[in-house]
């Protein structure tokens, strides 16, 4: 049966392959950024606090202000659930024994924060007088964009961390 280009090229790099030791491997983790889900919520936090002053200064809209925060809270919230539940919830306490629990409690509580987030967009028209919708996604939007800035701030401590070591 003749070898595909896959196979090949799978070959070639199996060969190429070489184990890190576990002083290799201690080291190389020391050399990489760690990041906490904790700092993602704290930029969500403070991307929402810019972003309600920025919207009072342009529009002078309660609404409008309002709207916006209340978008970015259905991102907040369930974001700060999950990042409790992961961390210092019960369910992580029991998932540090392995990876298919690990895995198991991220997926319990990341459809916890879908759910919640949905839930919450869905209670605005109720909860939020005067709702302005274009504010809210405006707020939902910026509060999301966190995750790109803390991939930036990543890449930068990996960067500061190259050049020093």
């Not at 202000?65 to 978008?71: I, P, R």
Request: a positive charge.
């Amino acid at each position: 049966m003749p070898s595909t280009a896959f196979e090949e090229a799978d070959e070639a790099e199996q060969d190429d392959f070489k184990p890190l030791t576990r002083e290799e491997a201690q080291q190389w983790r020391q050399r990489q950024p760690h990041t906490s889900v904790w700092a993602v919520l704290g930029w969500q936090v403070v991307l929402a606090v810019l972003a309600a002053c920025v919207a009072a200064v342009l529009t002078r809209s309660q609404p409008v202000v309002v709207s916006l925060l209340y978008g970015a809270a259905a991102v907040v919230v369930p974001t700060g659930l999950m990042a409790w539940g992961l961390t210092k919830g019960a369910l992580s306490k029991r998932a540090a024994g392995g990876a298919q629990a690990s895995l198991a409690g991220f997926f319990v509580w990341e459809g916890a924060k879908l759910l919640l987030a949905i839930a919450l967009l869905a209670l605005a028209p109720r909860l939020v007088a005067d709702l302005n919708w274009l504010a809210l996604v405006a707020g939902l939007v910026v509060v999301l964009k966190a995750y790109w800035l803390e991939l930036w701030f990543r890449a930068r401590r990996l960067k500061q961390n190259c050049e020093l070591g």
